[in-house]
C-alpha cells in the first residue's frame, strides 16, 4: 500500500498550487482521505480531510476558503488546491488515509493508518 503526493513546490505569496496523491497497493474509496502539514520545529497539523461514509469534507480554520480538497475514486487519487498562499502555508504537505475515523477524530493523525511520504511547499514573501 503506497500513497504518493506530489505537486509540492516554491511559490511566491498569494499564488496556487496543486496536491495530488496517488494511492496504489489497494483501493481507498471508502477511506477518508486526509491532508496534513508540518513546519519544521511544530507538530504535524490537520489540514483538510474528505470522508467516504457521508461525503463531508473538513478544513482548518486557517485554510478555510483558500484551500480545496478533492478526490477522483476511478483514478484513486485526492487533490488538494491551495490558493491565496501565505508564507505560513510554508510545510511538508502530507497525505492519508484511514479506514475507520469518525467525524470527531479527523483532524487526528494518529487515526489514520496510511501515509504518503510528504511533498515541501514554500511559499515566499
Known amino acids: 500500500v503506497q500513497l504518493q503526493a506530489s505537486g509540492g513546490g516554491l511559490v511566491q505569496v498569494g499564488g496556487s498550487l496543486r496536491l495530488s496523491c496517488a494511492a496504489s497497493?489497494?483501493?481507498?474509496?471508502?477511506?477518508?482521505m486526509g491532508w496534513f502539514r508540518q513546519a519544521p520545529g511544530k507538530e504535524r497539523e490537520f489540514v483538510a480531510a474528505?470522508?467516504?461514509?457521508?461525503?463531508?469534507?473538513h478544513y482548518a480554520d486557517s485554510v478555510r476558503g483558500r484551500f480545496t480538497f478533492s478526490r477522483d475514486n476511478a483514478k484513486n487519487t485526492v487533490y488538494l488546491q491551495m490558493n491565496s498562499l501565505k508564507p505560513e502555508d510554508t510545510a511538508v504537505y502530507y497525505c492519508a488515509a484511514g479506514e475507520r475515523i469518525i467525524t470527531s477524530t479527523v483532524r487526528i493523525p494518529r487515526q489514520y493508518d496510511y501515509w504518503g511520504q510528504g511533498t515541501q511547499v514554500t511559499v515566499s514573501s
Open positions: 497497493g489497494r483501493t481507498f474509496r471508502r477511506h477518508t
Open positions: 474528505n470522508k467516504a461514509s457521508d461525503s463531508s469534507t
